[in-house]
């Protein structure tokens, strides 16, 4: 069903686990469907996560159709959301469109620009009961080879004080050293930014760039107040392999649909198992 992601936000705070926050690569029927159909047999909530970059191809209106048909597939909470929007403008078309829950990322921007802008995009989404997450420490973006194309995103606890002192965003997404890609050797995740960040304020907290790093750093994140986990690499790479498999593999006959329901149901595997690793089976 679909819903806004506030209350299954809260929830995860409240009880201890997070929700799994999923790209869709723009769209994508399988991906979208392997993720409600992993949450509904393991009755989880679930977040279907959209860039800006992938609607080049697809477009904002593609996503938001396909994943109100599928969310409304099924019985347990399911959220539509914008992941690192890039502008206002952009956080308004993409709740025209029906998105129910929206991040604005200025991260890159100043302490100062950061509150302004966000502030601006929870005006417009609070008159409407949208949730929005904003972000701290810029995410670093890492290159085919898992090496930093920058590292800005060790958020200070004091720019954290200075932001919530001027918005307060459902949601807070802080640099931890935590990546977009996959992490060459073992990440260098601070977890004490974490755990001081929680000294000053009982937001919900998110992190991304979870595909890679070890099992027991992202449980870590959810004791100290995580109750978001973003998933988009592993996603991405794991859906093309198993495309790829049914390609070569099956009798498929040039039928398209038997190769995406093969690679839909693998798929399937590798969300169950980040669901698990949320802790959030069986909370609805």
């Known amino acids: 069903m679909l819903v806004t992601s506030k209350e299954m936000i809260l929830d995860a705070q409240k009880k201890g686990y997070a929700v799994p926050a999923i790209n869709t690569q723009g769209g994508n029927y399988d991906i979208i ?37 599928l969310a409304r597939k099924v019985s347990v909470p399911v959220a539509i959301h914008l992941d690192h929007g890039d502008s206002f403008a952009t956080c308004v078309q993409a709740v025209h469109y029906g998105f129910t829950s929206i991040m604005l990322d200025c991260s890159a ?26 972000e701290v420490g810029e995410l670093v973006r890492l290159d085919a080879g898992g090496q930093a194309l920058a590292n800005k995103n060790l958020a200070s606890v004091e720019d954290v004080r200075e932001f919530l002192a001027g918005c307060s965003p459902d949601m807070l997404a802080v640099g931890i050293g935590n990546a977009h890609g996959f992490y060459h050797g073992q990440p260098e995740i601070h977890l004490e930014i974490l755990e001081a960040v929680r000294q000053i304020t009982a937001i919900p907290l998110v992190l991304h760039g979870c595909t890679g790093m070890p099992d027991e750093t992202v449980q870590a994140a959810i004791r100290l107040g995580v109750a978001k986990i973003n998933f988009g690499t592993l996603i991405r790479h794991k859906y093309l392999e198993y495309f790829q498999e049914g390609l070569d593999h099956l009798d498929h006959q040039g039928h398209s649909w038997k190769v995406s329901q093969y690679a839909e149901a693998k798929l399937e595997e590798v969300i169950r198992d980040i669901i698990r690793l949320s802790g959030s089976a069986n909370r609805c």
Do not use: M, Q
Not at 49 to 66: K, M
Not at 109 to 134: G, M, Q, W, Y
């Open 109 to 134: 921007e100043s302490i100062a620009d950061n509150i302004r802008h966000t502030h601006e995009v929870l005006k417009f989404c609070r008159a409407l009961a949208i949730p929005v997450e904003a």
């Open 33 to 69: 469907r392997a993720i409600c159909y992993a949450a509904e047999e393991l009755r989880s909530p679930v977040i279907l996560a959209h860039y800006v970059s992938t609607a080049a191809y697809s477009g904002n209106e593609w996503f938001a159709e396909v994943a109100k048909y």
